[in-house]
T-cell receptor, first 114, second 114 residues
Framework: ETGVTQSPTHLIKTRGQQVTLRCSSQSGHNTVSWYQQALGQGPQFIFQYYREEENGRGNFPPRFSGLQFPNYSSELNVNALELDDSALYLC?????????????FGPGTRLTVT | AQSVTQLDSQVPVFEEAPVELRCNYSSSVSVYLFWYVQYPNQGLQLLLKYLSGSTLVESINGFEAEFNKSQTSFHLRKPSVHISDTAEYFCAVSERFGNEKLTFGTGTRLTIIP
């Protein structure tokens, strides 16, 4: 059984640019959540997708947007990159949208904005 | 809204000694409680969780955590640590009747001294 995969592993972008991060959820999982983990901090919830619809959003501006595809893979898009967007971006999938279940995390994409 | 406090950012412990990693939370609604572990260069993995029932929960690798409602705590303990326990440990909560959004603490880095 393949776990959650993310691409790319590392990425360097310039302030003002746009970036797309990708996540393949674990087989059978229809829910994907994205988190931002700044250096020395815990992960912060960005948003969640369930069956291709956004199902909750954290305290992030609209320039953070996402998509979920029919195969339940997902993208995180960030426009107008700022230096503070430098972080590890984690994707997590789960087989249900009900609270209390285990979320399965990918290894993350490390984004550096210069 | 919820918040999670992990007061100890780093905990060094001698091998085979006991350890306790502290976690306190704040929430206006009922929550589920989790401990996730992040080994070097890997994604987050669920260590254990409290949903209901017995307030003492255990993991397969010897960790345990006790939910204390009056003190709003969910401290993680292990009676004898091993080198392989070296990792970052994150305490997290999610709303009992919400989506799966996890609110994490800032993490505790556990370092085992041989």
């Amino acid at each position: 059984e393949t776990g959650v995969t993310q691409s790319p592993t590392h990425l360097i972008k310039t302030r003002g640019q746009q970036v797309t991060l990708r996540c393949s959820s674990q087989s059978g999982h229809n829910t994907v959540s994205w988190y931002q983990q700044a250096l020395g901090q815990g992960p912060q919830f960005i948003f969640q997708y369930y069956r291709e619809e956004e199902n909750g959003r954290g305290n992030f501006p609209p320039r953070f947007s996402g998509l979920q595809f029919p195969n339940y893979s997902s993208e995180l898009n960030v426009n107008a990159l700022e230096l503070d967007d430098s972080a590890l971006y984690l994707c997590a999938s789960s087989p249900q949208v009900v609270s209390g279940g285990e979320q399965y995390f990918g290894p993350g994409t490390r984004l550096t904005v210069t | 809204a919820q918040s999670v406090t992990q007061l100890d950012s780093q905990v060094p412990v001698f091998e085979e000694a006991p350890v306790e990693l502290r976690c306190n939370y704040s929430s206006s609604v009922s929550v589920y409680l989790f401990w996730y572990v992040q080994y070097p260069n890997q994604g987050l993995q669920l260590l254990l969780k409290y949903l209901s029932g017995s307030t003492l929960v255990e993991s397969i690798n010897g960790f345990e955590a006790e939910f204390n409602k009056s003190q709003t705590s969910f401290h993680l303990r292990k009676p004898s640590v091993h080198i392989s326990d070296t990792a970052e440990y994150f305490c997290a909560v999610s709303e009992r009747f919400g989506n799966e959004k996890l609110t994490f603490g800032t993490g505790t880095r556990l370092t085992i001294i041989p």
